[in-house]
């Protein structure tokens, strides 16, 4: 089958690639760097080197597949994402519509139940209705929790500061994925086209609150007196925008996220339909990883 995949070479689209050409399907991979094309090509994948902000360049990847697999990558000079999230999104649906691709895997996040849902979940749910609008499109919708790849920019905090911390308390329980997860269930999806109608399901490899992420990862390099801080959400954009993050995207997709998880709006929906949940790569397997990354950062 010919599928068009979003994302480039990032965590979860570089594994659902070279899963999908291995399994004999035709691959078109979507990259923004032209860095990339010799490495694509290494995956037995097809180059595309354009903007997904460029509708016509993405209407013209589409053309031809069976199938899509999409995701928004993040913009690091917009002023306003949700606005980005929205347009690109809006963009992929028209394009689905206009070259007649019937099977779709949208990666989406835990929140998208709320049309005015904090950080970028009100904007997913945007995507997700823009998707469900399509007559005779069958989409699943991944929503995933918090990635646990993004601890490896925790590295530092634990290593200098012997602490780890966001704008809610330890106590709170987090519904955390792996990458890799998220490319499996994805690549089954698209491996035998088993999306029937309008789909969500949530990914979620572990849970775990504050206290206990702070633990295990302290463990993995070999501390165990690793602290879990509870900053403002002045404290944690200020970090954060000293650190290179932009504001608008320190405010996206951290702090806001930590009011959704403070208020309980972020998880109420998972909550309530724990069932189509999965299981996967657990924090204690991530820490293996973690630790390395730890040990290697002089």
Same mark, same amino acid.
């Not at 929790?145 to 704008?167: D, E, R």
């Not at 308390?169 to 089954?188: E, Q, R």
């Not at 806001?256 to 657990?282: Q, V």
């Given at each position: 089958?010919?599928? =068009?995949?979003?994302?480039?070479?990032?965590?979860?689209?570089?594994?659902?690639?070279?899963?999908?050409?291995?399994?004999?399907?035709?691959?078109?991979?979507?990259?923004?760097?032209?860095g990339r094309v010799e490495e694509i090509?290494?995956?037995?994948? =097809?180059?595309?080197?354009?903007?997904?902000?460029?509708?016509?360049?993405?209407?013209?990847?589409?053309?031809?597949?069976?199938?899509?697999?999409?995701?928004?990558?993040? !913009?690091?000079?917009? &002023?306003?994402? /949700?606005?980005?999230? /929205?347009?690109?999104?809006?963009?992929?649906?028209?394009?689905?519509?206009? =070259?007649?691709?019937?099977?779709?895997?949208?990666?989406?996040?835990?929140?998208?139940?709320?049309?005015?849902?904090? @950080?970028?979940?009100g904007a997913n749910f945007y995507v997700?209705?823009?998707?469900?609008?399509?007559?005779?499109? !069958?989409?699943?919708? $991944?929503?995933?929790?918090?990635?646990?790849?993004?601890?490896?920019?925790?590295?530092?905090?634990?290593?200098?500061?012997?602490?780890?911390?966001? !704008?809610?308390? @330890? +106590?709170?329980?987090?519904? $955390?994925?792996?990458?890799a997860d998220i490319a499996d269930v994805?690549?089954?999806?698209?491996?035998?086209?088993?999306?029937?109608?309008?789909?969500?399901?949530?990914?979620?490899?572990?849970? /775990?609150?504050?206290?206990?992420?702070? !633990?295990?990862? @302290?463990? &993995?390099?070999?501390?165990?007196?690793? +602290?879990?801080?509870?900053? =403002?959400?002045?404290?944690?954009?200020?970090?954060?925008?000293?650190?290179?993050?932009?504001?608008?995207?320190? %405010?996206?997709?951290?702090?806001?996220? @930590?009011? &959704?998880? %403070?208020?309980?709006?972020?998880?109420?929906?998972?909550?309530?339909? /724990?069932?189509?949940?999965?299981?996967?790569?657990?924090?204690?397997?991530? &820490?293996?990883?973690?630790?390395?990354?730890?040990?290697?950062?002089?």
């Amino acid at each position: 089958m010919k599928i =068009t995949v979003t994302g480039s070479l990032g965590n979860i689209s570089r594994v659902l690639v070279e899963k999908l050409t291995s399994a004999g399907h035709e691959v078109k991979l979507i990259s923004s760097n032209a860095g990339r094309v010799e490495e694509i090509k290494g995956f037995n994948a =097809t180059p595309l080197i354009g903007s997904v902000a460029d509708y016509s360049f993405v209407k013209s990847a589409f053309e031809g597949s069976d199938a899509v697999y999409l995701m928004i990558p993040p !913009n690091f000079n917009t &002023a306003d994402l /949700k606005n980005y999230i /929205k347009k690109v999104g809006a963009q992929y649906a028209y394009a689905v519509q206009e =070259t007649g691709v019937k099977y779709a895997v949208n990666l989406s996040s835990i929140g998208a139940h709320l049309e005015n849902g904090l @950080g970028p979940t009100g904007a997913n749910f945007y995507v997700e209705q823009k998707l469900n609008e399509i007559v005779g499109l !069958n989409v699943l919708h $991944l929503r995933p929790g918090m990635f646990m790849s993004n601890f490896f920019g925790a590295v530092s905090m634990i290593k200098y500061q012997n602490m780890l911390g966001n !704008n809610f308390s @330890g +106590s709170v329980k987090l519904p $955390l994925t792996h990458p890799a997860d998220i490319a499996d269930v994805a690549f089954n999806a698209l491996n035998d086209f088993s999306i029937s109608g309008k789909q969500i399901q949530y990914i979620v490899s572990d849970e /775990k609150n504050g206290f206990e992420i702070a !633990n295990v990862l @302290g463990l &993995a390099v070999e501390r165990s007196d690793v +602290s879990w801080v509870e900053f =403002t959400d002045e404290q944690l954009l200020s970090s954060l925008v000293q650190n290179g993050y932009s504001e608008e995207m320190a %405010r996206t997709y951290m702090v806001e996220i @930590g009011e &959704a998880l %403070r208020d309980g709006s972020f998880t109420e929906d998972y909550n309530r339909n /724990k069932l189509p949940a999965s299981r996967g790569i657990s924090l204690q397997d991530f &820490a293996k990883e973690f630790a390395a990354a730890y040990w290697d950062r002089n």
